[in-house]
Nanobody
């Protein structure tokens, strides 16, 4: 059974940093597309970052502040979040997919077939 488990969330102040980890089990996710999404209270889930085939992509609001990376030896993907803002407050979800798309667009949540349970990130002002 495939499982994605996020960790590293918490309550921080604006300007602080957090490091989210997503540990995969049940199969090897080396080099498959993986992503981070988030959902704030009362809002729809939105794309944050993705890493696929060595390429990364970010939503505009986190560019320059967040970095996605992977450790294939540990079957883990990491989201380093710096200079956090109150508007970053949300539940953060890790996602993975075994499907490759010719357009290379992994910003769409429906293109992922594995999801973690989420980890809460709260940024106070």
């Amino acid at each position: 059974q495939v499982q994605l488990v996020e960790s590293g969330g918490g309550l921080v102040q604006a300007g602080d940093s957090l490091r989210l980890s997503c540990a995969a089990s049940g199969r090897t996710f080396s080099n498959v597309p993986m992503g981070w999404f988030r959902q704030a209270a009362g809002k729809e889930r939105e794309f944050v970052a993705t890493i696929a085939g060595g390429r990364t992509a970010y939503t505009d609001s986190v560019k320059g502040r967040f970095t996605i990376s992977r450790d294939n030896a540990k079957n883990t993907v990491v989201l380093q979040m710096n200079s956090l803002k109150p508007e970053d407050t949300a539940v953060y979800y890790c996602a993975a997919t075994e499907r490759w798309y010719l357009d290379g667009d992994y910003t769409k949540s429906y293109r992922y077939n594995y999801w973690g349970q989420g980890t809460q990130v709260t940024v106070s002002s």
